[in-house]
């Protein structure tokens, strides 16, 4: 299988696992975390030689754990198998269900071990929290409440897990590029920057510079496009 494949792959079960997790009420963290530890097991893994689905319903499991959230194993199993299989009845109790517990189970200690119980990440959520409070601070308050960046920073970080650079850039430089993207979505500049010594995001990140943010908004353009294109496909 190609790479472009396997992308598509992995783009189309962390929808599933996403997809999942809202039906489960979960929060954006134990999401985050479960999508992690999804692409970090394939990062050392081949696609070909595991079943991406049940990993990914064994990364919700283990997330919750991970994130204490309260979800039993037994919904984990049903809500997952119903987001997988649509058009299927719901799950009974009985042989199926059993048998799917027993995978997710067994898979969750596969997948501690293969990560060497390193499953436990900085996200940057509390980052983004934190430099769009400050940038608020910096804006028109009328401006800031009209034009809804907040909103398409934490969609952009959201949408951010689809893909596997996660696993390749310090969550407070993705929270900045989040920012600067959803800036660039909305025409915004931040006032006064063309005479600061300083530019907003250096102020946020002293080792953050633009090719880096550049670099970060091109992945996320990339993911896009998959999207796109898999929404086009699907029609």
């Known amino acids: 299988m190609s790479s472009d494949n396997e992308a598509r792959v992995h783009f189309r079960v962390i929808r599933y696992m996403h997809e999942a997790g809202l039906k489960l009420h979960l929060q954006s ?21 595991f079943d991406p689905y049940l990993i990914g319903a064994t990364c919700i499991s283990l997330a919750c754990k991970v994130e204490e959230e309260s979800v039993r194993l037994r919904d984990i199993v049903n809500v997952c198998y119903r987001t997988l299989h649509k058009n299927k009845a719901p799950l009974e109790i009985g042989e199926t269900f059993w048998a799917l517990r027993e995978s997710v189970a067994s898979c969750e200690l596969f997948l501690l071990r293969a990560l ?8 940057p959520h509390k980052y983004l929290v934190h430099y769009l409070r400050a940038l608020s601070d910096w804006v028109e308050p009328k401006v800031w409440e009209e034009v809804p960046v907040c909103r398409t920073a934490w969609a952009m ?11 390749d850039h310090p969550p407070e430089h993705v929270a900045v590029a989040v920012i600067y993207f959803a800036l660039l979505t909305h025409g ?7 005479y600061a010594k300083k530019k907003w995001w250096q102020v946020f990140s002293k080792d953050l510079s633009l090719d880096i943010i550049q670099d970060i908004i091109t992945k996320l353009m990339t993911m896009y496009d998959m999207e796109n294109q898999l929404s086009s496909s699907s029609r």
């Open 116 to 123: 060497k119980f390193k499953v436990v990440f900085p996200h």
């Open 157 to 167: 970080l959201r949408d951010s897990y689809h893909s596997s650079f996660c696993l």
């Open 188 to 194: 915004l500049e931040v006032p006064c920057q063309k």
């Open 29 to 49: 963290v134990p999401l985050a975390t479960a999508s992690t530890i999804y692409h970090r097991f394939f990062r050392q893994a081949a696609l070909k030689d």
